[in-house]
């Protein structure tokens, strides 16, 4: 108790040092900037995972060829989710005379799980959270263009007479797979025993929608697994929508490099904070070891100090990051049209462990000099404790950030990576930094030149005193380095992955598919669509084929054990040819076809293939695969491996034969091209003109992708604020805790004749020098650390950012060299003695 005691008394006579208020804001900042971060990328991930779920119709989609059984349904429902039963078949519908091929979308009372549907009754689009009450139909404009009908006219389905009660603008879970290509009829499930349509062996799809909280869809993980196994298809929202996927998982990363950025340059300034800390309790140490106080006492003693600090800086800091996250949402309330889930406990509790491990790691080996100061200081005060080595500070500090860096990142390997790569970046940062120090000093010394009281003459000064407090000036020029690049690259990631999604979707991306196009309609095709768009894919030859063997065995049995009944070996694939690479593919292994040796008739066809699915299949350069084209056996040979861009909007293709193999089978043309506004007429023609070409408008799908990414931009813009403060409080540690040396040096100066402008100079010029060393390292340590990131983390291409090399050395001068001069205008005003004093301030 009289440690608690004294602890407190200690504490509250502290606050009143620089120090020590530089350790709460450091620490208050790491809780905020943690926990903001992490209450606002909880929130928004969960709200976001959730909007994107409705491209798809729910957080979980069951699907397969028999109805789902009521037990399975009993259990999904039992655990929290809601459900949504569909039915997805294509059938004719008639009206009069005229006949049509149509996908029915068969929908129940529970339709749809997420968004609403955009539908015309006759009184203008509406928005509804339903779909079509039994006895009617909504059918898409196309469908009512082909059969000329309109709200209130009947069509025929199967065995049932249906009246059409709207026309369809929009789904909100509209699929872009080609299934969905035909022209889309929506219609009741109780509707659907009058068709007659369900017969046996009739081609129908099943689906189960499921929608609930992220723990009820963890809870049936056990559930879903045994259901892959069994065939049925398990989609999500990142397995499903890889261009969702990428974006939010992108996104999270980035949120977190934030995160982690902000909680790194708090450390860094807990420690600068800490050293200071740690000289000026020397004597207060010393004393109490002459009344008696043992090393252990010592050791509570300051560290009971410092748990009351952290314990103050987390509660206020946690404050802060509710409040923050509070007020960014405020913000983007006009930007966010989604509702987002409420703030769970897990990022405050993280936030507070954050703040204590920074304190454990970043100031507890310099805590180690207090406990091992001798009695002695007292008399003699030039003997202080062996100072804690510099490596050890910066080996612990690295050990607890790489751990915090595991936790948040949840990749062991990364963090280890990134952990060692860190060790190898200060040591050559520290070496780097010696020999730019010297050469920097060297060169302002030669370039000096007469005048003791020039702007020139300033400028050696302030180099020399550098130069004589070398160990201190590297460890600033650490610690302002780190803080610079960190900066910088929380900048250059925000930057790229911007640059990223907007090239993602250009404004002319293709908003129009178009399949089934004949060989003899595909010039006249071709030379409409050219005519209204300036932006067209290829048109690319479509064959269906099904995978059937893998070098002689077959695909079943040959595929790695948790592929085996993979949808992609139960379905045909859609296979073309082409003599060149398409538009938005990449060679990544082999070479493309020889034309000569693709003309052989001898030995397997020469074929491409994705480097996904064969990854998925065990499949590598040189694997001959069997391919099954209308009853007959085609063999191809993988020669090269493509990445796709399958984020484009463009046709892309899994498996791709030479010209003149595939020819002769079955086949049409698959396209896709942008119309603007001004020209959407030009989809009643192309309807007229090619009556069995299917148009997929994907133009809703695009809308919202570009609305998810707009506002994954707008929170990536944000947190750069906290990283900005986590910087400024590192530069306010390091300078307050050379407060004191420089007030001595000031002293000094003044007691042999200098003036108050030449002081100001002096301490300008070598604040600006430790600015543009720093500088120059932090863009060295940036460039290397965006690169590993760039390849590791994010699966961007690395690039050199050229600006960054002009940026931070003069940003860094300019920056450091005024927040410096500012900090110590209240030293160079202090009378000399006043100022000695300081070196002794206990």
């Known amino acids: ?55 798809m119709g729910g957080d979980l989609v069951l699907e397969q060829d028999e109805p789902f059984s009521t037990a399975l349904r009993e259990s999904l429902r039992e655990a929290g989710l809601t459900l949504s039963q569909q039915v997805d078949l294509v059938s004719m519908v008639s009206h009069a005379e005229a006949f049509q091929l149509a996908s029915l979308k068969v929908v129940d009372d529970a339709y749809p799980l997420y968004g609403q549907v955009r539908v015309d009754r006759g009184e203008g689009i509406e928005a509804l959270a339903h779909g079509p009450a039994p006895g ?54 109780d509707d659907l025993a009058g068709t007659d349509l369900v017969q046996p062996g009739s081609r129908l799809e099943y689906e189960l929608l499921a929608k609930g909280a992220p723990s009820a869809v963890a809870s049936v993980q056990g559930r879903l697994d045994t259901l892959r196994d069994n065939g049925v298809e398990v989609r999500d929202v990142r397995e499903d929508r890889p261009r969702l996927g990428g974006a939010l998982d992108r996104a999270q990363r980035y949120l977190s490099l934030a995160g982690l950025a902000a909680v790194l340059l708090a450390g860094v300034a807990v420690a600068m904070a800490t050293r200071r800390y740690v000289d000026r309790h020397l004597d207060t140490a010393a004393l109490l ?62 936030g507070v462990f954050t703040a204590l491990a920074i304190l454990v790691g970043f100031a507890g080996p310099m805590l180690l000099r207090l406990k091992r100061v001798s009695a002695l200081k007292v008399l003699r005060r030039e003997l202080d404790p062996v100072p804690a080595s510099g490596w050890v500070v910066i080996g612990v500090a690295s050990l607890v950030f790489g751990g915090l860096l595991w936790l948040y990142s949840g990749d062991f390997m990364l963090s280890l990576g990134l952990l060692v790569g860190g060790e190898l970046a200060l040591a050559l940062l520290w070496g780097l930094g010696h020999a730019l120090l010297s050469a920097l000093l060297w060169l302002v010394g030669g370039a000096a030149g007469g005048g003791r009281h020039g702007v020139r003459h300033a400028w050696r000064l302030g180099a020399r005193q550098l130069a004589r407090r070398r160990h201190a000036s590297l460890g600033q020029l ?117 034309p000569a040796s693709a003309a052989s008739d001898a030995g397997p066809v020469p074929i491409s293939m994705e480097e996904g699915l064969a990854e998925r299949l065990g499949v590598s350069l040189g694997t001959v695969l069997s391919f099954d084209i209308g009853g007959e056996r085609i063999e191809g040979r993988v020669t090269s491996l493509r990445a796709l861009d399958w984020e484009s909007f463009r046709p892309n293709f899994f498996v791709i034969f030479p010209p003149g193999r595939l020819e002769t089978f079955s086949h049409s043309f698959i396209t896709a091209f942008h119309l603007p506004d001004e020209r959407q007429a030009t989809v009643g023609e192309l309807v007229s003109r090619f009556p069995g070409v299917s148009l997929l408008n994907v133009e809703a799908i695009l809308e919202q992708v570009r609305e998810l990414l707009g506002q994954v931009t707008r929170a990536v813009e944000l947190v750069l604020v906290f990283v900005l403060l986590a910087g400024i409080s590192v530069l306010y540690a390091a300078l307050t805790a050379s407060r004191p040396m420089r007030a001595h040096e000031s002293a000094l100066l003044r007691v042999f004749g200098a003036g108050d402008r030449l002081i100001s100079r002096i301490q300008g010029a070598e604040f600006a020098l430790l600015g543009i060393a720093s500088g120059v390292l932090g863009a060295l340590l940036a460039e290397a650390a965006a690169l590993g990131v760039y390849l590791l983390w994010f699966d961007l291409p690395p690039r050199l950012h050229w600006p960054l090399w002009v940026v931070l050395p003069v940003g860094g001068g300019v920056s450091i060299g005024v927040i410096g001069h500012l900090l110590t205008r209240r030293v160079r005003r202090q009378a000399p003695m006043e100022s000695l004093r300081l070196l002794g301030e206990t």
């Not at 608690?4 to 208020?21: F, H, P, Y």
């Not at 620490?27 to 209450?39: P, Q, R």
């Not at 929380?490 to 089934?516: C, H, K, M, S």
């Not at 479509?542 to 379905?571: F, H, T």
């Open 1 to 55: 108790m009289k440690a608690v005691s004294l602890s407190l008394k200690g504490l509250r006579r502290d606050l009143r040092a620089a120090d020590v208020r530089a350790l709460f804001v450091a620490l208050a900042l790491a809780v905020a900037a943690s926990t903001m971060i992490g209450f606002f990328l909880d929130r928004l991930d969960r709200g976001l995972t959730r909007q994107a779920g409705q491209l």
């Open 136 to 189: 009617g139909v909504w059918v898409a404009p196309r469908l009512a263009r082909l059969l000329d009908i309109g709200i209130g006219d009947t069509v025929r389905i199967g065995q049932a007479t249906l009246a059409v009660s709207g026309l369809i603008d929009r789904e909100p879970d509209q699929s872009a797979g080609f299934s969905a290509f035909s022209p889309r009829v929506m219609m009741h499930r």
């Open 478 to 594: 650490l610690a302002f380095s780190v803080t610079f690049a960190a900066m910088a690259i929380i900048a250059l990631v925000r930057g790229d992955l911007l640059t990223a999604w907007e090239a993602q979707l250009p404004e002319d991306t293709p908003n129009y598919f178009a399949i089934n196009i004949q060989p003899g309609e595909r010039d006249g095709f071709r030379a409409i669509v050219d005519e209204a768009s300036d932006t067209r894919s290829d048109l690319y030859p479509i064959v269906r084929g099904r995978l059937v063997a893998i070098d002689g065995e077959s695909a079943d049995a040959a595929v790695p054990v948790d592929e085996q009944g993979a949808n992609v070996l139960s379905r045909e694939l859609n296979l073309t040819w082409r003599e060149t690479l398409p538009e938005g593919n990449r060679l990544v292994a082999g070479e493309w076809f020889d």
């Open 289 to 350: 070891r002459c009344f008696g106080a043992s090393q252990r006492q010592l050791s509570t003693l300051f560290a009971l100090q410092l748990m009351w600090l952290a314990v103050a800086a987390s509660a206020v800091g946690a404050l802060l990051g509710l409040v923050g996250q509070a007020g960014l949402l405020a913000i983007l309330t006009r930007f966010l049209p989604l509702e987002l889930p409420p703030p769970g406990p897990l990022p405050l509790l993280m």
